[in-house]
């Protein structure tokens, strides 16, 4: 099982929609969980970080985590097509060594 | 949040050479890591570079083939040894600022060997 799985996609939303996506950890003692977006050519950026259980809403941005599931996602509302990029889901791990360990990405396509 | 100057930005290598990667961030912090990210792939931890000691290596990464300094709180470097086509990458020097609790990336060095 890897660290941290998500869907590779491509995920397509129609310009306006709601982006979902998800991610899933192994490692039950992780307590940061973290969204970068990656364009094409470009390094990854940081979106949002969650530390809690719940909700956290930045703008059109709301990131879920929930902890007893081992569950992160990420909703964008009335997606844009600046939106399209491939998105990182990262949880900070303190097993051993402390690090960041990534998923592999989900695309995101948001069409006109 | 903290700059990060690293360079080259991109390059053209011989197979069997050896290149140095150079980052050096604008303020003192307490967490360095490199990341190579393959063509069409995720982000792949290599080491974490600890400042004064041996860089603590992932899984399949080792020493004698990725080493790296890390002479002060601000600058670290990696090297890639005796390259061969599959090390054609992204290499990504990345910082966690004390206090901050996440991760800023440099703008990565697009290493292609030939």
């Known amino acids: 099982q890897k660290e941290v799985e998500q869907n590779s996609g491509p995920l397509s939303v129609p310009e306006g929609a709601i982006a979902s996506l998800n991610c899933t950890y192994s490692?039950?003692?992780?307590?940061?969980f973290f969204w970068y977006r990656q364009y094409s050519g470009k390094s990854p950026e940081l979106i949002m970080f969650?530390?809690?259980?719940g909700d956290k809403e930045d703008g059109r941005f709301t990131a879920q985590l929930n902890k007893a599931s081992q569950y992160v996602s990420l909703l964008i509302r009335d997606s844009q097509p600046s939106d399209s990029a491939t998105y990182l889901c990262a949880v900070a791990s303190t097993s051993g060594t402390y690090k960041y360990i990534f998923g592999t990405g989900t695309r995101l396509k948001v069409l006109a | 949040s903290a700059v990060i100057s690293q360079k080259p930005s991109r390059d053209i290598c011989q197979r069997g050479t050896s290149l140095t990667i150079q980052c050096q961030v604008d303020s003192q912090v307490t967490m360095m890591f490199w990341y190579r990210q393959q063509p069409g792939q995720s982000l792949t931890l290599i080491a974490t570079a600890n400042q004064g000691s041996e860089a603590t290596y992932e899984s399949g990464f080792v020493i004698d083939k990725f080493p790296i300094s890390r002479p002060n709180l601000t600058f670290s470097t990696l090297t890639v040894s005796n390259m061969s086509p599959e090390d054609s990458s992204i290499y990504l020097c990345?910082?966690?600022?004390?206090?901050?609790?996440?991760?800023?990336f440099g703008a990565g060095s697009r290493l292609t060997v030939l």
């Open positions: 990345s910082v966690e600022v004390s206090g901050a609790n996440v991760l800023t």
């Open positions: 490692d039950r003692g992780s307590q940061s």
């Open positions: 969650i530390y809690s259980n």
